[in-house]
């Protein structure tokens, strides 16, 4: 059993910067795949970033590649998203999730931290 808490998020203005938190129980993450995600209403989910537990290649999406960038800490068992030149279109519920048998099919979630992007 996983069990995952996202904190970090807020209120920011445009050209801000945050680092959501992802705190995990269970295994290490360095055994998972794990991946963060968006939601705004109306829209479909948002993969924004991930990779698998052997890690090597990082996907990013479009959207927000060159301005977030998906980490790990190990010893704090813990995933962050460092999100930088924020901007108003970035609002949106923020998950993140792991797979623990190590792939991109994500078997446990947290429950969301939402990010609101004032201009």
């Known amino acids: 059993q996983v069990q995952l808490v996202e904190s970090g998020g807020g209120l920011v203005q445009a050209g801000d910067s945050l680092r959501l938190s992802c705190a995990a129980s269970?295994?290490?993450?360095?055994?998972?795949?794990m991946a963060w995600f968006r939601r705004t209403p109306g829209k479909e989910r948002e993969l924004l970033a991930n990779?698998?537990?052997?890690?090597?290649?990082?996907y990013y999406a479009d959207s927000v590649k060159g301005r977030f960038a998906i980490s790990r800490d190990t010893a704090k068992n813990t995933l962050y998203l460092q999100m930088d030149s924020l901007k108003p279109e970035d609002t949106a519920v923020y998950y993140c999730?792991?797979?623990?048998?190590?792939?991109?099919?994500?078997?446990?979630w947290g429950q969301g931290t939402q990010v609101t992007v004032s201009s």
């Open positions: 990779f698998r537990s052997s890690g090597g290649i990082t």
């Open positions: 999730a792991v797979d623990s048998r190590g792939g991109a099919n994500y078997n446990y």
């Open positions: 269970g295994r290490t993450l360095s055994n998972y795949g």
